[in-house]
Nanobody, 124 residues
Framework: QVQLVESGGGLVQPGGSLRLSCAAS????????IAWFRQVPGKGREGVSC????????YYKDFVKGRFTISRDNAKNTVYLQMNSLKPEDTAIYYC?????????????????WGQGTQVTVSS
């Protein structure tokens, strides 16, 4: 079964850190760029960051630049999102998905495979 599985979410205080993981099963991530999205209740899903197949391209939305770092370990078939200096407004369900990813276009194209999401709550 082709799927992505997120993990690493939780409750953290403002200013704290979390590392999310996105593990693929049933297929190799070697051939796919991966994006992280997030969604809060009542709002649409928004892109956060993406990384190309070889990790030579990474892209971040302005609201996470300098705080979040995306990386990948193709040997482990996993993509990571290191989140530092977390703010209450980062509270959301975080999803990973296959994507297109370039410097100029950012996150683009179809997102054929999604994970089930992991909850991140930033609160004191």
């Amino acid at each position: 079964q082709v799927q992505l599985v997120e993990s690493g979410g939780g409750l953290v205080q403002p200013g704290g850190s979390l590392r999310l993981s996105c593990a693929a099963s049933g297929f190799s991530l070697d051939y796919y760029a991966i994006a992280w999205f997030r969604q809060v209740p009542g709002k649409g899903r928004e892109g956060v960051s993406c990384i190309s197949q070889s990790a030579d391209t990474t892209y971040y939305k302005d609201f996470v630049k300098g705080r979040f770092t995306i990386s990948r370990d193709n040997a482990k078939n996993t993509v990571y999102l290191q989140m530092n200096s977390l703010k209450p407004e980062d509270t959301a369900i975080y999803y990973c998905a296959t994507t297109g990813c370039t410097h100029s276009s950012g996150i683009y194209g179809s997102h054929d495979v999604w994970g089930q999401g992991t909850q991140v709550t930033v609160s004191s």
